[in-house]
């Protein structure tokens, strides 16, 4: 069966540092794999989203990048935090041909 | 573009009674509707969705949507709720190259003993 893994579940970061968030999917290939922050416990807001290695589509302009560097694998990277990207950070795959998004448990990201 | 709307930020309702959390949406060409569930410090899990068919969409845990095409709406109803039913519930459409889903911004759904 299909599992997401996504690390750290939580991490404090102070402004200016680098960050690395990692996102691992098992028991499929070529999924889109996608990048959500949800700030305050509410609505989500698509990041990042990719259709194969190396295919990287940006959904709003930002102090994040990501790269998937493995078929089943997705990071989302800063070279310096900000305030502003404390959040609830969750990474989504779904089949080529299917209609429902796996989520993964989340990354609580706060910059202080 | 594509996008949804929840009109409730929280919505509150008593064990055993049956409850709604409203949607609405806009869309270019036929809508792809989903309610996804968030539990506390959770990923989002899926209900359901409507592709085409039926307007009356069944999902997981008792839930079930009305897709309404006159009203643009896909409301999530059960008819009788458990307490075990909150939580936060999203509404979200997908584009027509299903890129991505677009979400709404969440409704807080509570159900009192």
């Known amino acids: 069966s299909q599992t997401i893994h996504q690390w750290p579940a939580t991490l404090v970061q102070p402004v200016g540092s680098p960050l690395s968030l990692e996102c691992t999917v098992e028991g499929t290939s070529n999924p889109n794999l996608y990048w959500y922050r949800q700030a305050a416990g509410r609505g989500l807001q698509l990041l990042f989203y990719s259709v194969g290695i190396g295919q990287i589509s940006s959904e709003v302009p930002q102090n994040l990048s990501a790269s998937r560097p493995q078929d089943r694998q997705f990071i989302l990277s800063s070279k310096k935090l900000l305030l502003s990207d404390s959040g609830f950070y969750l990474c989504a795959w779904r089949e080529l041909s299917g209609e429902k998004l796996f989520f993964g448990s989340g990354t609580q990201l706060s910059v202080l | 573009a594509q996008s949804v709307a929840q009109p409730e930020d929280q919505v509150n309702v008593a064990e055993g009674n049956p409850l709604t959390v409203k949607c609405t949406y806009s869309v270019s060409g036929n809508p792809y509707l989903f309610w996804y569930v968030q539990y506390p410090n959770r990923g989002l899990q899926f209900l359901l969705k409507?592709?085409?068919?039926?307007?009356l969409v069944k999902g997981s845990y008792g839930f079930e949507a009305e897709f309404n095409k006159s009203q643009t709406s896909f409301h999530l109803k059960k008819p009788s709720a458990l307490v075990s039913d909150s939580a936060l519930y999203f509404c979200?459409?997908?584009?027509?190259?299903?890129?991505?889903?677009?979400f709404g911004s969440g409704t807080r759904l509570q159900v009192q003993p």
């Open positions: 979200a459409v997908r584009d027509i190259r299903w890129r991505a889903l677009t």
């Open positions: 409507y592709i085409t068919g039926d307007n």
